[in-house]
C-alpha cells in the first residue's frame, strides 16, 4: 500500500462569508510530483499555508506525515520545506548567511549547519556566489537561494509555490532540473504554477482548483480522456480552459 504523504479532509477557510478554499478533499502519495493548478484566487496558496500550519483552517483536517500539523508542528515542520510565492530571504546579507540563518532554525548548528550550507549552495548553483549580497543577485539567482534555504535542513516534503515568476527560461530550466533531482533523491513535491508546460514537463499528477474546490484530479493524460473520452488528443491548456472557463495565459505574469 502507498504511503499517503497529505492528506485534507474537507478542509475549509472562510473569510467572513466567502470560501477561500471550499471542502477540499486531497490525497497526495509519497514520491509523487503533485501539480496544483488554478487561476488566481482559486485558493492554491491558501491550501499550501494551511498545509504548512501558516493559515489555520475554518473548519475540516489536514493529516501531513501522518501528523495534525496543527497540534504536532513541531513534529512535522522540520520535515517539510517550504518555497514560497514571495522571496523569502535577506537583501542585505550574504548567500551563504541566508542559508545559514534559515537552516538554523531546524536545529542545525557547528559542523552539520556549515556542511548543510555548503551542500544547499552547491545544489542551486551558487557556491562561486556564496559571499555575495542577495540583493545584488538577478531574479534567477534569487529564486535558486530561496531554494537553497528551503533544503538545508533535507526535508521529505518540498512545497513550491509558483518557483519561476518572473525569471528568464534558464533559471527556469534550471529549477524544473532540480525539482525532479530533489524528487529522484526521494523528496515528495507539490508544485504550483501558472505555466502549464513545466506542469504537464514534471508532475507526475495534476489537481486543477478553482474558486476554492478541486474539480478535477489525474495524471496529464487522465484529466485529457476527462473531457475527450479518448477520441482525440488536446492539450492540458484546453483541458484547464473547459474545465474552468479561464485560461492560465491571462495569470502567468
Known sequence: MEEIILKTTDLTKKYGRKAV??????????????GLLGPNGAGKSTTLNMICSITRPTAGKVELLGKNPWKQKKEVIHRIGYIPQELAIHGNLKAWENVELFTSLYGMKGEKLRQAV???LEYVGLSEKRGELAKNFSGGMKRRLNIACAIGHQPELLIFDEPTVGIDPQSRNFILEKIQESNKNGATVIYTSHYMEEVEAICTRIGIMDNGKL?????????KQMITGGKSEITL????LTLTGKSLRDYAE
Open 21 to 34: 478554499v471550499d471542502n477540499l478533499n486531497l490525497e497526495i502519495k509519497k514520491g509523487e510530483i503533485f
Open 118 to 120: 555548503d551542500e544547499s
Open 215 to 223: 474539480i478535477a484530479c489525474g495524471t496529464s493524460q487522465e484529466l
Open 237 to 240: 491548456e484546453e483541458v484547464f
